[in-house]
């Protein structure tokens, strides 16, 4: 197994009376990208911020390498800052000696490098939040724990983290990816891990989960679905049609991560 | 202690640019010509009580009341600077998202509420400092009235300052920024209320409000630093002029003996290690 960028053990986290975690283990390599997955109030944030040290767990074992980045899911930088200022703040408080190169080369990948000097109450929600990721990778971390990253951001953000993403695995960068976005996750991310009501109820890599496939086959009745792959499907249409059905269409079908995601919180509840 | 240093710049420059320290220095200076104009008016309508026979230094008790007036309405503001530039350090940065960013970083949570301890206290103490000093030159060049001990009174003030912005840190981590910024003012009103109700039961006398104003002195040690600042200015002040100016409203006849700044000194650490221990059980 690689070395480990993230290492948790039956984590647990009880808010008065709610468990918000109840026994989560999630390791992830160095260099590996996992996307979290899970409804609202599955756990996902609170996983991540006690993985920061933002909240303290009631049980369980958390180990992080560092030095780490952290992109919250609410945040704000001070609005009289520039966005060079806040880098600055940010080099000092990691003990970066990276100076003004290091902060170009992030600005650059976030798409702000003409914005050096502009002041954070100037910019767009989407600007500041990509400002945060370029924050958040100060002082070359070896994970990065990234909160809905994507949140504020257009379709042309999200691709700009998307390529960001993928210039972060060509580094050995480690990401935890909490979104609620699937198609991100299914994009870049090496495995998924979807929780739900505190525990991890599904993991493994995009392909593993959406693994499942099925024909879809259309009768003078409607569509009908049965399981199986490309290859069932002579035997499908053949019994359908010796059992006196008239077959009109044939298609054979997928799941999605949407499709499994949806299936598996639902199983959960 | 790199980290502290960091988080207390960050903080100054934050006062700075946002033309908080400005709004105050200009604010001062029309504080200092409004307290010059009276001053020069009071001294000037004192000519009419100069040479009476009645043992009244008229001289002494203008100066020393106009002077006390001064030290209240200094460490007021400064009281209200340094509730500002902590009332919302903790949660009220924290609910708007300020704090988190920070605080994940190799720095410690004890590290940054040092930090905003260090900038808000200076930066209160300071000004109470400027203000009393700037009272004690215009009515020295105006009416020739000099306190017997400035500096005891000076390190009395500021301090009672700074012990506010350290309450105001511990507050900061339980409330939000304007629960907080109330329960502050409202704190030190009651203090200075005690202390007057121990001004008034010293004169009667009375051991019930004597017994209040001490009581208040041990909890919020602020106002019985404020107090002993006064008394500091006025108690070499002779004769019939000293009774009348320790009586009055901005004298101070109570001596809180020699274990107020100790006690002061542990209060601010106790207060400080409250904070700390707060802070690091906190989730954000």
């Known amino acids: ?269 | 202690m790199s980290g502290v240093w960091i988080v207390a710049q960050h903080a100054l420059q934050e006062a700075l640019r946002r033309r908080v320290l400005l709004v105050v220095l200009v604010l001062t200076v029309v504080f200092g010509g409004l307290y010059a104009w009276g001053c020069h008016a009071l001294f000037d309508d004192l000519s009419g009580f100069r040479d009476n026979d009645d043992g009244l230094d008229a001289t002494a008790l203008a100066g020393s009341t106009i002077v006390g007036l001064a030290m209240f309405g200094g460490l007021f503001l400064g009281v209200v600077l340094a509730t500002f530039l902590t009332a919302g350090a903790v949660r009220g940065d924290a609910e708007r998202g300020l704090l988190q960013p920070l605080v994940v970083r190799p720095l410690g949570r004890g590290q940054y509420l040092l930090g905003r301890f260090l900038a808000a206290a200076t930066v209160a103490a300071l000004y109470v400092l400027l203000v009393y000093f700037g009272a004690i030159l215009i009515t020295g060049a105006i009416g020739d009235w000099w306190p017997a001990h400035p500096f005891g009174s000076a390190f009395r003030l500021a301090f009672g300052a700074v012990l506010v912005a350290a309450l105001s840190l511990l507050g900061s981590v339980f409330l939000g920024a304007t629960a907080n910024g109330i329960l502050m003012l409202m704190a030190y009103g009651a203090g200075l209320l005690a202390g007057l109700l121990g001004a008034i039961g010293d004169a009667i006398p009375s051991p019930t409000l004597q017994h209040i104003a001490s009581t208040a002195s041990w909890v919020l040690p602020f106002e019985a630093l404020y107090r002993d600042a006064l008394r500091l200015l006025v108690q070499d002040v002779p004769g019939v002029t000293g009774a009348i100016v320790q009586l009055g409203p901005l004298g101070g006849s109570h001596d809180a003996g020699p274990l107020l700044i100790p006690w002061a000194i542990v209060y601010l650490a106790l207060v400080l290690a409250a904070a700390g221990w707060a802070f690091a059980r906190r989730d954000l």
């Not at chain 1, 709610?18 to 992830?28: K, M, N, P, T, Y």
């Not at chain 1, 000092?92 to 502009?118: C, H, I, K, N, P």
């Not at chain 1, 400002?131 to 958040?136: R, S």
């Open chain 1, 1 to 269: 197994m690689s070395p480990r960028a993230l290492a948790i053990a039956g984590l647990r986290k009880r808010y008065g009376r709610h468990d918000a975690l109840r026994g989560v283990d999630l390791v992830i390599g160095e260099g590996e990208l996992v996307g979290l997955l899970g409804p609202n109030g599955a756990g996902k944030s609170t996983l991540t911020k006690i993985a920061c040290g933002l909240v303290r767990p009631s049980g369980g074992e958390v180990a992080v390498a560092r030095p780490f980045g952290y992109l919250a899911e609410l945040f704000r930088f001070p609005g009289w800052c520039t966005a060079d200022e806040v880098l600055v703040l940010h080099q000092r408080l990691t003990g970066s000696d990276g100076g003004a190169r290091e902060r170009g080369e992030l600005l650059e990948l976030v798409r702000l490098e003409g914005e050096t000097t502009t002041r954070v109450e100037a910019m767009s929600k989407g600007m500041q939040q990509r400002l945060g990721l370029a924050q958040a990778m100060v002082g070359s971390p070896r994970l990065l724990l990234l909160d809905e990253p994507t949140s504020a951001l257009d379709p042309g953000g999200r691709r700009t983290v998307r390529d960001l993403l993928e210039e972060l695995r060509r580094r050995g960068v480690a990401v935890l990816l909490n979104t609620h976005l699937l198609s991100e996750v299914e994009q870049v991310c090496d495995r998924v891990v979807i929780i739900d009501k505190g525990l991890v109820v599904a993991a493994g890599t995009p392909a593993e989960l959406e693994g499942g496939s099925g024909v879809e086959v259309e009768l003078a009745g409607g569509v009908r679905r049965f399981e199986g792959g490309r290859e069932d499907v002579p035997r499908i249409v053949a019994e359908l049609v010796a059992a006196g059905e008239e077959v009109f269409g044939v298609r054979v079908t997928r799941s999605t991560l949407e499709d499994v995601y949806l299936d598996t919180v639902a199983d959960a509840r």
